[in-house]
């Protein structure tokens, strides 16, 4: 790159691949200084190039965090941006997607003064977030061997209950049994098959120990962990997963961006609310929804407000609407938690700032409201 080129720099796009990059790069008004393909060993060259403060952006995509982590360390200012902001920046399309064209909306989308970039994870952050994965592809592994060992034995006539405890219980006694059914070689399938289940086992305690110490470690996922309905496996991946909390403004935006709020269809003034988005991360979300079921299932046999509030919700709009309603509200409290740097305390009421409360309203005492509220 020459110098005049180098300096006229003022925002690059960058379509990241596994051995191809592309790179978009535009002047300060907007017009286009290079465009062009480099292989993975030159793109560190190419920005060593760029003048110092350069945004450089980028999908948020596999390896995105790690080339950030190495440009920022430049001195350049690199920022990453999730698929779906970038696709309607797209010039050609859908029908002209290809390097080139999404590099260029890439550098398009970063112009923009209300895009919403992703924070850049750090080597910690994506090391737990592994773990978590890991865990999760060995637990859908082993669901597997499990239904294989159930097709086998149906076959043969041998059926048992859905429980993964009953089959684990019997089968032992079943490859043992000569009066079945079982000839030598599914015999022998079914053996190798139950000692792979137990070896995924065996995986899955290692990796729920190593969660267990993240949350130990870490005094952020201790409070976290406190939150009903969230547990230690929640805990460790909401806060590697989000790492800094004060990013969202308040705990309603947190919620937004884990997917937890009703879609809207809404025009002419009169508003429609449907299903929750599911934007965001599906893992952090569906951590949540399971921990609420958890909380719905036993607030019966609590007496705080917020289980009194779940008790009267789940009989009002059902259990199923309820879960999603307790899951929306710990997104809340846990941004709550996670910016005050406070701990989690189920009997806490919120209390609405004056500078929020009409004016007639801010001389006469605070009543106490009985529904708790976080953030």
Request: proline residues 4%.
């Amino acid at each position: 790159m020459s110098e005049i080129t180098r300096a006229a720099t003022a925002r690059v796009g960058v379509d990241l691949a596994k051995r191809v990059i592309q790179v978009h790069a535009v002047d300060a008004a907007g017009r286009r200084v290079v465009a062009r393909p480099l292989k993975r060993d030159q793109f560190i060259a190419w920005c060593a190039t760029l003048p110092p403060g350069c945004l450089v952006a980028m999908e948020a995509c596999s390896g995105a965090h790690h080339w950030a982590r190495r440009l920022r360390a430049m001195g350049l200012d690199a920022r990453l941006i999730a698929a779906h902001f970038v696709t309607p920046y797209r010039m050609e399309g859908k029908g002209g997607k290809n390097d080139a064209t999404d590099a260029a909306a890439i550098c398009e989308a970063a112009s923009r003064p209300s895009m919403r970039f992703v924070p850049i994870k750090s080597c910690e952050q994506q090391g737990v977030m592994s773990l978590h994965r890991v865990r999760e592809g060995l637990k859908e592994e082993r669901t597997a061997c499990v239904n294989r060992i159930r097709g086998v034995l149906a076959e043969f006539g041998l059926v048992f209950g859905k429980s993964p405890k009953v089959l684990r219980a019997v089968l032992a006694d079943v490859l043992e049994d000569a009066s079945n059914e079982l000839s030598t070689t599914a015999r022998l399938v079914l053996q190798r098959a139950f000692e792979h289940w137990r070896e995924l086992d065996a995986h899955l305690k290692w990796c729920d120990q190593q969660v267990g110490q993240h949350v130990r470690d870490t005094p952020a996922a201790q409070r976290a962990a406190r939150i009903v309905g969230i547990g230690e496996l929640g805990a460790s991946a909401l806060v590697a997963g989000v790492g800094e909390f004060r990013q969202f403004k308040n705990g309603a935006q947190f919620g937004a961006w884990l997917g937890l709020v009703p879609r809207q269809d809404s025009s002419g003034g009169k508003i429609r609310l449907g299903r929750i988005t599911k934007r965001g991360d599906d893992y952090l979300r569906t951590l949540l929804i399971q921990g609420a079921k958890t909380a719905v299932m036993s607030a019966a046999r609590r007496d705080d407000p917020i289980s009194r509030w779940l008790v009267q919700l789940s009989a009002r709009v059902g259990w199923q609407k309820a879960c999603v309603a307790m899951a929306n509200k710990n997104a809340r409290i846990l941004w709550a938690v996670m910016t005050r740097d406070a701990g989690f305390d189920a009997r806490h009421v919120s209390v609405k700032p004056d500078a929020k409360r009409p004016a007639k309203e801010r001389a006469a005492p605070v009543p106490v409201s009985p529904t708790p509220c976080m953030a």
